[in-house]
């Protein structure tokens, strides 16, 4: 075979992989901290403007959101936690995962957390949408004042068109995410860099001293300015999440790169605007371009702030599914946008709560002006979780001692804390809107854990151990249940028990196949199953099978194809002769199930709207029956 290729460089394949890579992380993981710039500075002036705004007070603004990138973004997020991964995943469900392998008496404690955590995301990625898509619209005012009226509506069909898109999939279009969104920061640089040189004063902004003497002078008012100085690091916690989507590498070199050196030039060169134009502080961000290039920003504005809102409605719809993977929401129906990216998926269900919810905050507000008071609270929560949570990380995956992860965690954990406090001063105005939305995602959440558990238990004890049922079975064959040819294939949660399908199937029908399979799906705290464990077989008997297929979290469940793959691995039965058995439980509840009466009603709504098994596992509709029972819970 002729090898002119070989003596291509890998170094070179290897330079352009990072390169594309990290292109495609700044449109997916950097898009909401992207549009920051948009609204933080604005809201954190508006504390201190009312008697006029001193040159310090500005320089400890930008002091104070300059290090809040570094401590919190760069050193936590960027630097530590890239490398907290599960087999590659990040993000809370992912790293709770990871901690559940040897949680030992913590597991209660780190499921809430991780729950709590996820909640918050969910919450976030409402609100991210509404705020960010609003304030690029807003840009219209000073472009078209008489657009003004119009500003709600034009968001309202903007966000529609986002969420009305997401089931078409979105391969075609993250290819131009990266790109736009990197335009978006270099014009952002750009913006910051011509106005630097209104005052190279502010360059002292970069002495954490100002920082700090800012929140030791304004005292209270300082910790409220720090709820507006948070706003430059949302989105933070899509650096973590999206971590399996493009790795490490490619993340910390786009952060490196472009995106922190274009967020601070721009917060340099605000902040420098406002100094010599105080009037400015009303919009710095818009303000700091010519009016010939007012229009061109906001429609890239607009731009980057529908591919934040994607990057977070992605994110959103990964989460749930690795929440229902590890049992922590009931199956739901996940459609998968693209044959060769099984990490681009559509939740219907998930989709329209999205939209619901975003529609509701964009018209309860009105303005982003607004709407950044609510904004803040969830991913401050989420944070002090996270970093929770890596403490245990720490100590239990790195051996770390208890004194090195104090010393690392603990003043990052204060920092938060700080952040939290602040954040919750605006509860009032409108904070409390992601708490409710993050308590409803707990609840439901916990609720689907808890009765699960409960009805595993309940069911447990009338279950017949499946040795006994077998030797029974075969013990009396002359005078038992007709045979009938082919294979018969029953999915339970239980291996260990009789099926309740295939007593049913006894008790009404009394017939037993020629071969039948215990089938088993589990799965594993890994984003993914290696082929050598995918499977588990064991012949229990002439006429009994019992196969275990394990499955990541972040796979698809296709249990049609895993069998195809069995097949192949020398289980032998007929595709066409098989048919597969569920049981289908209808849920009454009791007084006395150890849940409040509205708990266990939410519980059998949850399980009432589950999907279908037959469609969730990719069974062939046609070879599947379904037994149903009666169980009080």
Avoid: C
């Avoid at 990197?182 to 360059?203: C, E, T, Y």
């Avoid at 970093?387 to 938060?416: D, G, I, K, N």
């Avoid at 979290?553 to 597969?580: C, H, P, W, Y």
């Amino acid at each position: 075979m002729p090898q002119e290729h070989s003596d291509t460089p890998a170094p070179q394949k290897t330079v352009r992989s990072l390169f594309l890579l990290a292109l495609g992380s700044v449109g997916v993981v950097y898009g909401d901290i992207g549009t920051s710039p948009l609204y933080a500075f604005r809201e954190a002036l508006k504390p201190i403007g009312h008697d006029g705004i001193e040159r310090v007070e500005i320089i400890g603004l930008i002091s104070l959101m300059i290090w809040a990138l570094t401590i919190i973004v760069t050193f936590k997020y960027v630097l530590f936690l890239l490398r907290a991964d599960n087999d590659g995943e990040g993000g809370t469900l992912s790293l709770l995962a990871l901690l559940m392998k040897n949680a030992g008496r913590y597991t209660t404690i780190l499921t809430v957390m991780g729950l709590v955590g996820a909640a918050l995301f969910l919450g976030d990625a409402m609100i991210t949408p509404a705020l960010s898509v609003l304030s690029a619209v807003e840009g219209l005012k000073l472009v078209a004042p008489q657009l003004t009226d119009y500003i709600v509506p034009i968001a309202v069909v903007i966000l529609i068109a986002i969420f009305a898109v997401q089931s078409r999939g979105t391969g075609a279009v993250a290819n131009f995410f990266g790109p736009i969104t990197a335009v978006w920061f270099i014009v952002m640089a750009l913006g910051g860099i011509v106005h630097i040189a209104d005052d190279f004063g502010i360059f002292a902004a970069f002495n954490p001293w100002y920082a700090i003497s800012f929140m030791l002078r304004e005292g209270f008012l300082g910790i409220v300015v720090l709820g507006a100085v948070f706003l430059t690091v949302t989105g933070a916690e899509a650096l973590y999440a999206d971590l399996g989507h493009f790795g490490r590498r490619p993340i910390q070199w786009a952060w490196f790169v472009l995106v922190f050196p274009a967020l601070v030039l721009n917060y340099l060169g605000q902040g420098a605007l406002v100094m010599k134009h105080p009037e400015a502080a009303s919009d710095p961000f818009f303000l700091m371009f010519p009016e010939w290039a007012l229009l061109p920003v906001v429609i890239l504005a607009t731009a980057a702030t529908i591919i934040a809102s994607q990057a977070v409605i992605t994110g959103a719809f990964s989460l749930v599914r690795q929440g229902i993977h590890l049992g922590f929401l009931p199956r739901m129906e996940i459609l998968f946008t693209s044959e060769t990216n099984t990490g681009q998926i559509y939740l219907p269900s998930v989709n329209t709560l999205l939209l619901f919810g975003v529609l509701s905050l964009v018209l309860l507000f009105q303005s982003s002006e607004a709407l950044a008071t609510a904004y803040g609270i969830s991913v401050t929560g989420a944070m002090v979780v996270t970093t929770v949570m890596a403490y245990q990380f720490v100590r239990s995956r790195w051996r770390w001692s208890v004194l090195l992860s104090l010393v690392f965690l603990l003043p990052l954990l204060v920092l938060e804390m700080v952040f939290l406090g602040a954040n919750l001063l605006k509860v009032h105005d409108g904070g409390y809107i992601p708490v409710l939305f993050a308590g409803g995602f707990t609840v439901v959440m916990w609720t689907w854990r808890r009765g699960s558990a409960i009805l595993f238990t309940k069911t447990r004890h009338a279950d017949i151990p499946l040795q006994s049922f077998i030797t029974s079975i075969e013990r009396k064959s002359e005078h038992g249940p007709v045979s009938v040819p082919g294979t018969a294939i029953f999915l339970t949660s239980d291996p260990e028990t009789a099926p309740a399908a295939l007593l049913h199937n006894l008790k009404h029908n009394h017939v037993l196949h020629e071969r039948n399979i215990i089938l088993t799906i589990k799965t594993v705290n890994r984003p993914r199953a290696t082929p050598a464990e995918r499977f588990v077989a064991e012949s229990l008997s002439e006429r009994f099978s019992r196969v275990e297929i394990r499955f990541g979290f972040m796979e698809s469940q296709n249990v049609s194809q895993a069998l195809a793959q069995l097949r192949r691995g020398g289980l032998k039965f007929d595709i066409m002769s098989t048919s597969f058995y569920l049981g289908r439980r209808k849920l009454v509840p009791d007084a006395k199930s150890g849940m409040p009466y509205w708990q266990d009603r939410l519980f059998i709504t949850l399980a009432n709207s589950a999907a279908d098994p037959s469609d969730y596992f990719r069974l062939p509709a046609n070879r599947v029956v379904e037994l149903g029972s009666h169980v009080i819970i």
